[in-house]
């Protein structure tokens, strides 16, 4: 009998490639194995794909079938073999992206467990889950669902504090008593200790922890463990959506509207979305929660296609906070308002913790010469450099380039302004204000080390700190149950972004920052300044009405045909050469307008990206806009093809983009 195999490489390459399948192991070798194989001139590991009769004259034999059992497991490559085809990667960089280094270098080699010491965590929680009468309510609802099992995707709108993470744990307690294991999505892992110690106190041994903060030789022995069902439970960032468990029974997706989920390099997958894939593939449930849903995910709830769950109660019969906006004068150079000092101090006063937020690290964010108008900007980006003071740096914050600050300007010889300001300066003023409270930040540049955020949470436990300070960092996944007063500087600071989604992440970010307020016995107070009081983002945010916001959201995205009533392709070109890359663009338009499948979607530009420079190339961009993706993607497959085959110079990068999130 003659068998081939369809064999994918790591390389960025679109198609497989056969190869013969020898005698000896042709009663061993199944799809998802990994093999030795030359490739021109190299010897590759590569993954079978696919095997089938066939003629074999002329093709190269496989060297070796390298592991006993098939690492991918059948699902899991259906996923990959999706992915790749769905957001017109080749599947080659699919493979890259998501698999831990060492599997694609052949070792089979364990690494070695490091021995840490076993330190006693704060956060550790073993004491039986309690639920609501309100949470038992939505996890009967799923819990069907769960044993069928059944293709449902739920959408669990919760309030901040209502206790989605209670129904997420009783879920995955419901699936292990199934025997299947769980997969526990959160976009940003080094700050979530509470929930990992909540979840190893009642998952002893089970838990595997995935993000991109591991070593690749942790990844890989974590991702051994999913894949000898050591484990039966993975919380994670994106890339755990790929973890190789074969009885999976539950996929959660926290915080679905939260815009890390979608990976922005290589492959440019949208964890949300291939969670649903994926759920849809291996028939089991899907929960998205939130407490502010993407457009998209409340629209298909809204449509059915979701079943829509909400918890619109926080537990404890803690309250609502109250959100009082005010208004700022323009040409006003304080950061903080009268009655936010008050506030603030009234605070201090009765012993309870404050939190400042705004979204903007950095000390300064603009060095101006008042004489002659010249700006610091980096070298490699069109964008102004951020002042550092503390490290006595101005510091681009796209591609970290640093130079030393200069006090005059080289020509005018007369002292540089600093204007706009970042948490840095934030930090210096108040110190001035309250010189006794005991204040600290917490973004970026303070949260660089390990266990930063770790020793911060218990600081704020244990009252240790009077004001936090901090970016949207301090949004995300914590419970600072003492915090009373949140003061908002700039609520506006998203609307300005060139971006169709501004005001919808605007709306997200105030009603998060505004649930840190109160979360326990106190009900909270939120001051939000703003320039625009009038905007809707800004409006509904105050008075915390989703629905409200939905409503005039989507009304505008139906107007401009934006998601959810279409789908967008973001096309970016990218080069050394300023005036290669315009024409470059200009020619892939053009071609696409002449050659490609116009009848089935709009396109936009060329133009500029709104970060036209970036780490020292020119970025031009396309944007496509289709009613029907399915359609257009074989078409838009072949056209592209051609387009790098016969137009783009080597020099330039072709970016696509399906489902952009960030288009800057
Ligand atoms: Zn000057
Ligand atoms: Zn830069």
Known sequence: MSLTAEIVVPLPLSQTYTYQVPETIQATLKPGHRVRVSFGHRRLIGWVVSLQKGDTKDLKSIEEQIDKEPLLIPSLLQLLVWSADYYLTP???????ILPAPLLQGSLREPKPRHRKKQEDPFHRSEKLLLTSQQREVLEKISPSLLKPKKDVFLLHGVTGSGKTEVYTALIAKALSENRESL?????????????????????????????????????????????????????????????FSNLGLIIVDEEHDGSYKQEERFRYH??????????????????????????????????????????????????????????????????????IEALEKNLKEKHQSLIFLNRRGFSTLSLCPACGRRALCPHCSIALTLH??????????????????????????PIQQLGFGTERVETELKKIFPQARITRMDRDTMAKKDAAHTLLSQMKKKEIDILIGTQMIAKG????????????????????PDFRAAEHNFQMLMQVAGRAGRAQHSGSVLMQTFQPDHYSIRWAQDQNYLQFYQQEIAFRKELNYPPFSRLIHLKIVGH?????????????????????????????????????????????????????T??????????????????????????????????
């Open 184 to 244: 526990y999505l959160v976009p940003e892992i080094g700050l979530t200790p509470q929930l990992i110690g909540r979840l190893n106190g009642l998952f002893p041994n089970q838990i595997a922890l995935y993000h991109s903060r591991l070593s690749p030789a942790e990844r890989y022995s974590q991702w051994l463990k999913m894949k000898r069902r050591e484990v039966t439970i993975v919380l994670g960032t994106r890339s755990a959506l790929f973890a190789p």
């Open 91 to 97: 599947i080659g960089e699919v493979l890259r992206a």
């Open 389 to 414: 003071k503390k490290m006595k740096i101005l510091k681009c914050h796209y591609c970290d380039h640093q130079q030393p600050i200069h006090t005059d300007c080289p020509d005018c010889h007369i």
């Open 631 to 664: 359609q257009l993607k074989p078409l838009l497959k072949e056209t592209l093809a051609t387009l790098v085959a016969n137009t783009i110079p080597s020099k330039i990068k072709l970016i696509v983009d399906v489902d952009p999130i960030h288009m800057l």
């Open 478 to 497: 914590h419970d600072y149950p003492g915090i009373t007063l949140v003061g908002v500087l700039a609520s506006d600071l998203l609307l300005s972004l």
């Open 577 to 629: 050469e300023p005036s290669i890359v315009s024409k470059t663009a200009e020619q892939i338009a053009l071609h696409l307008r002449t050659h490609g499948p116009h009848h089935l979607m709009t396109l936009l530009g060329p133009a500029p990206c709104p970060l036209e420079k970036l780490r020292g190339q020119t970025r031009w961009q396309i944007l496509m806009k289709t009613q029907n993706y």
């Open 271 to 340: 964890a949300r979305d291939l969670a649903i894939v994926r759920g849809h593939q291996e028939n089991i449930p899907v929960v998205l929660g939130s407490a502010t849903p993407s457009l998209e995910s409340f629209y298909n709830a809204q449509r059915k296609k979701y079943i829509y769950l909400s918890l619109p109660e926080r537990v404890l019969g803690a309250l609502h906070s109250k959100v009082k906006l005010i208004q700022m004068g323009h040409h006003s150079d304080t950061f903080f308002s009268p009655p936010l």
